[in-house]
């Protein structure tokens, strides 16, 4: 019953987040780009996303979700929403893939992402994404397949300061590739809601302007049914309660004229799927460069460097998971305007 709910809440969501700039487009009569939002220096594959390999935070406030003017009910602000299309495409280069076995080359999937501003320093969005690569498994079932899960993000964005941005989400990831995938009772999935936190340190002009970031986030994960082989050795489920990521940044200006800009991120990130009873730590490594052509459209160039915690069964030893995996993005920004 609770899932039959949860799924109709999702469906009734959605429906509310597509609907909003369609209501937009009918009460302005015109969609116009305008400046391109500055460039996130997360490890996420698109803007606002959690990490792109796992329900990680994004690194530091980003002026994706900027609700409007910084003045409450400022004449000029505006309450239609943006629009950002987001093509990508994934290129895995390593990995706990089996050697020899093929792995994704090239794949191209779009997503996209609505933010509507509510007040000055308050919106809602709606992000919706892919994570693609290759997984590997071990032992007599030695065999590599191909994820290419869908996701889904809603938050509502806070904006304290500049530096100080705060974020209330739910996150939902369905896994594609098993058989496990459409036999298990509602699919092999993640479902969780988060408070983040992200603060932004001054730009250090010495530097060039470079900006360090960090983040904080507190998860929520619904309890889950684990698999019995799984429970039986490791004693339980883990789900049904919080669990602290976090990450940092760092953001350095090349050429501010070229809009071109190199990052690096470091994130302490997990998964917690349901159908197993713990959840899978990461450490996580992402490095690239971001290049704002105009103001209508960017690319992201992420390079990500995946390693498994080795927290014992099932992930002992050479078992640990280990992935790298290259992901061009492009954000086709439009704002619509009155």
């Known amino acids: 019953m609770a899932s039959i709910l949860q799924r109709a809440l999702f469906a009734r969501l959605l429906g509310i987040a597509v609907a909003l700039p369609l209501l937009g487009i009918a009460a302005s009569g015109v969609a116009s780009a305008q400046a391109s939002p500055a460039p996130s220096t997360a490890a996420s594959t698109a803007p606002n996303l959690p990490s792109s390999t796992t329900s990680g935070p994004t690194a530091a406030p980003s002026t994706n979700d900027k609700a409007g003017s910084k003045s409450a009910g400022h004449a000029g602000m505006s309450y239609l929403p943006t629009i950002d299309i987001i093509p990508q495409s994934s290129f895995a280069t390593g990995g706990d893939y089996t050697p020899g076995m093929p792995t994704p080359q090239g794949t191209v999937r779009t997503g996209g992402k609505i933010s509507q501003p509510l007040l000055s320093n308050l919106s809602a969005s709606y992000q919706h994404g892919y994570i693609v690569e290759a997984v590997g498994t071990h032992g007599a079932n030695t065999q590599s397949i191909f994820v290419d899960d869908p996701i889904d993000d809603f938050r509502l964005n806070y904006s304290a300061s500049k530096s100080l941005a705060a974020a209330l989400g739910y996150f939902y990831r369905h896994r594609t590739c098993c058989p496990s995938a459409t036999n298990d009772a509602g699919g092999v999935s993640v479902h969780e809601t988060y408070l983040e936190l992200n603060y932004a340190f001054p730009a250090i002009a010495a530097?060039?302007?470079?900006?360090?970031?960090?983040?904080?986030?507190?998860?929520?994960?619904?309890?889950?049914?684990?698999?019995?082989?799984?429970?039986?050795?490791t004693g339980g489920d883990e789900g049904n309660r919080v669990w602290p990521t976090g990450g940092a940044s760092v953001s350095i200006p090349v050429d501010p004229k070229a809009g071109f800009t190199v990052f690096g991120n470091y994130t302490?990130?997990?998964?917690?799927?349901?159908?197993?009873?713990?959840?899978?730590?990461?450490?996580i490594i992402d490095y690239g460069f971001t290049k704002n052509v105009n103001p209508y459209l960017s690319f992201n160039l992420d390079t990500t460097n995946l390693t498994q915690h080795k927290q014992g069964f099932p992930f002992e030893g050479s078992n640990t998971i280990h992935r790298t995996k290259v992901v061009l993005t492009a954000d086709i920004h439009i704002a619509l305007k009155h």
């Open 207 to 233: 530097l060039g302007g470079t900006q360090f970031g960090i983040t904080g986030r507190a998860t929520h994960t619904v309890a889950h049914k684990p698999a019995t082989p799984f429970n039986s050795l």
């Open 268 to 283: 302490f990130a997990k998964d917690y799927f349901n159908f197993t009873p713990i959840a899978f730590w990461y450490n």
